[in-house]
T-cell receptor, first 113, second 115 residues
Framework: AQSVTQLGSHVSVSEGALVLLRCNYS??????LFWYVQYPNQGLQLLLK??????LVKGINGFEAEFKKSETSFHLTKPSAHMSDAAEYFC???????????FGTGTRLTIIP | EPEVTQTPSHQVTQMGQEVILRCVPI?????FYWYRQILGQKVEFLVS????????KSEIFDDQFSVERPDGSNFTLKIRSTKLEDSAMYFC?????????????FGQGTRLTVV
């Protein structure tokens, strides 16, 4: 079984401030983890993924995430928020024996000018 | 950037009617998926399709749903007799190596409204 929990359905940060979006996973076997972003009226776009190589993963648009097995977490961060980062962010997981992506409920990020 | 295209972007249909949602995949990406997102809820897996057959389906994907590649190119999701609770955003996704640890490219979605 696999699942993902995203804490905070809405997060607001000031432009230039740190972005931290939280994701915790549950998986009975080693997971593959993903962060997707959805801009208004668009599909889901992959930001980054963890596939058991480096635990710190760098993605597009300055985002990165760190896999912490001890905390079963895969939080998404960006040092300095930009107005264009306003979107909905989804954490997802899959693994051997369960290839379908299981998504979290999503976090809507708002950037305050 | 590879792109998955879905049509229509928005469809309104009466309860009990059949709808077909269409997806144009990326060339040579042979793994296909449908997901849906009911307003305010999670993105949920419906079905995966490879080599002209369903490889996995969720409990949501009951007998009223079907998928096919009618012309060997486009990928479709058919809902035979729509219900109010089928109202959702439906996403087609496509990958080149299967979903395990690889990127699934998503379309922009079809918003289905059943009235």
């Amino acid at each position: 079984a696999q699942s993902v929990t995203q804490l905070g359905s809405h997060v607001s940060v000031s432009e230039g401030a740190l972005v931290l979006l939280r994701c915790n996973y549950s998986s009975s076997v080693p997971p593959y983890l993903f962060w997707y972003v959805q801009y208004p009226n668009q599909g889901l776009q992959l930001l980054l993924k963890y596939t058991s190589a480096a635990t710190l993963v760098k993605g597009i648009n300055g985002f990165e995430a760190e896999f912490k097995k001890s905390e079963t977490s895969f939080h998404l961060t960006k040092p300095s928020a930009h107005m264009s980062d306003a979107a909905e962010y989804f954490c997802a997981v899959n693994n051997f024996g369960n290839e379908k992506l299981t998504f979290g409920t999503g976090t809507r990020l708002t950037i305050i000018p | 950037e590879p792109e998955v295209t879905q049509t229509p972007s928005h469809q309104v249909t009466q309860m009990g009617q059949e709808v077909i949602l269409r997806c144009v995949p990326i060339s040579n990406h042979l793994y296909f998926y449908w997901y849906r997102q009911i307003l305010g809820q999670k993105v949920e897996f419906l079905v995966s399709f490879y080599n002209n057959e369903i490889s996995e389906k969720s409990e949501i994907f009951d007998d009223q749903f079907s998928v096919e590649r009618p012309d060997g190119s486009n990928f479709t999701l058919k809902i035979r007799s729509t219900k109010l609770e089928d109202s959702a955003m439906y996403f087609c996704a496509n990958s080149g190596q299967g979903a395990l640890g690889t990127e699934a490219f998503f379309g922009q979605g079809t918003r289905l409204t059943v009235v």
